[in-house]
């Protein structure tokens, strides 16, 4: 399973990043795909997540309403689509993949994915 994720940068209170995740290899054929992130000193924790065979999604409740997370089935990529940021969203953000045939949108512990990326940096000044 190979994840490769792009978009993060710098961006100013208020406003908004595309994040993308590349998948390839057994990645394409996971049951679930999602979005993690950790700041500095902090545990990873879960962003969102979907369910790529009836696209059901779970969001961490603090981050719903601001974060938009899809698919691009043509391009095979999850999107994470980020609005209204606020400088405690400061983090690097992970995709994370399945596996084949198990996964949960509503596994919150990254100890459930054993799939990841290697993180892209998103930073918001004030």
């Known amino acids: 399973v190979q994840l490769v994720e792009s978009g993060g940068g710098l961006v100013q209170t208020g406003g908004s990043l595309r994040l993308s995740c590349a998948t390839s290899g057994r990645g394409l054929s996971s049951a679930a795909m999602a979005w993690f992130r950790q700041a500095p000193g902090k545990e990873r924790e879960f962003v969102a997540a979907?369910?790529?065979?009836?696209?059901?999604?779970n969001y961490a409740d603090s981050l719903r309403g601001r974060f938009t997370i899809s698919r691009d089935n043509a391009k095979n990529t999850l999107n994470l689509q980020m609005s209204r940021l606020k400088p405690e969203d400061t983090a690097v953000y992970y995709c994370a993949a399945s596996g084949p045939g198990r996964g949960s949108i509503y596994n919150t512990s990254p100890n459930k994915w054993p799939y990841w990326g290697q993180g892209t940096q998103v930073t918001v000044s004030s």
């Open positions: 979907m369910n790529l065979i009836d696209t059901w999604i």
